[in-house]
C-alpha cells in the first residue's frame, strides 16, 4: 500500500479512513475524482474506499479536499480514524495485507474510544485594528513612532518602522498570553479534551482541536456563541466540524 504524500499513481482503490465494522456509508457520499466511496469490511473494522482507475493520479487540491470531505462527513455519524491522504491499494486483498487482523484490534480500540465524542476546530483572531489601537494607547514609545513614520517616506524611516514593527508584535504576544488563557478557561469545562497547535501568526490568539461529546456538541456552540459576545470587536471565534480527530489519533 503507497502513502506518499505527493503524486501518486493509483492502482485501484483510494482509501479514506476506518470504521466500526457495522457503521452503514451513505449512497450518495462522492469522494476522490467523483467517484462513490463505499466500506469493505475487513476482520474487525470497515475501510472506507473509491474505485481509482489504474494510472490515476492523486495529488491536486480538489483531491485533498474531497478525501478531508469523505473522512469527515463520516465523522460526524461516527467514530473515524483516517487513512494519510495519497493511500492506495491494487484491490481488496492488498488491504488485507496492509491491514492484517492482529492490528486490527488497536483501531477497534481507538474507535470505541472515540465513539461518543468529535473533533472540532477552534481559532481566535485578534480584531487588529483594535489591539493595535489597544498598543497606541497604551505604550508611549508605540505612540511615537507612529507618529514619527505616519507620511513620511519609508527610506528615511526605516529603522523606526523596524522598531515600530518589533514593539507591536511583542504587545500582540503579550496581549495572547493573557487572552489565550483567559479563552482556554472558558472553553476547558466544555471539552473533554483540548490540544493545541502552533500559533504561526501574530494576530492569532488560540489555534486549539477539542473533543466535545457528540451528544453535547449544540450545547458547546451555545455556550461558545457566549464567549464570542464578551470579545466581540476584538477577537472573532471560528468553529470548524464536526471532523475526523486528526488531532488525536496517528493516521493510520
Not at 483510494?14 to 465494522?21: A, E, H, K, P, W
Not at 488491504?95 to 483501531?107: D, K, M, T, V
Not at 503579550?174 to 471539552?191: G, H, M, N, S
Amino acid at each position: 500500500m503507497s502513502d506518499d504524500r505527493d503524486q501518486l499513481a493509483g492502482p485501484g482503490l483510494y482509501l479514506y479512513g476506518l470504521v466500526q465494522l457495522d457503521e452503514h456509508v451513505p449512497e450518495d457520499l462522492i469522494g476522490v475524482q467523483d467517484e462513490p466511496v463505499r466500506g469493505e469490511r475487513l476482520a474487525q473494522v470497515t475501510a472506507l474506499v473509491s474505485h481509482l482507475d489504474d494510472g490515476a493520479v492523486v495529488g491536486r487540491p480538489a483531491e485533498v479536499r474531497a478525501h478531508a470531505a469523505v473522512v469527515d462527513t463520516m465523522a460526524g455519524r461516527g467514530p473515524v480514524l483516517p487513512i494519510q491522504f495519497g493511500t492506495t491499494t491494487d484491490d481488496l486483498d492488498g488491504i488485507g495485507s496492509a491491514l492484517p487482523a492482529e492490528r486490527q484490534q488497536a483501531y477497534v480500540d481507538n474507535l470505541r474510544r472515540l465513539a461518543d465524542v468529535v473533533q472540532l476546530s477552534l481559532t481566535a483572531r485578534y480584531v487588529q485594528d483594535t489591539v493595535i489601537a489597544e498598543l497606541v494607547r497604551e505604550d508611549p514609545e508605540i505612540r511615537q513612532l507612529r507618529e514619527l513614520t505616519r507620511g513620511r517616506p519609508e527610506v528615511v524611516t526605516h529603522d523606526a518602522r523596524v522598531r515600530l514593527g518589533e514593539l507591536v508584535v511583542a504587545g500582540f504576544e503579550r496581549k495572547r498570553a493573557a487572552d489565550a488563557d483567559l479563552l482556554e478557561r472558558a472553553v476547558v469545562p466544555l471539552v473533554e479534551e483540548l490540544r493545541h497547535r502552533e500559533v504561526t501568526q501574530v494576530d492569532v490568539v488560540l489555534d486549539a482541536a477539542v473533543l466535545v461529546r457528540r451528544d453535547a456538541v449544540a450545547r458547546f456552540e451555545d455556550a461558545l456563541e457566549d464567549v464570542a459576545a464578551g470579545v466581540v470587536g476584538r477577537i472573532t471565534l471560528r468553529l470548524v466540524g464536526p471532523q475526523a480527530p486528526y488531532d488525536f489519533v496517528e493516521e493510520v
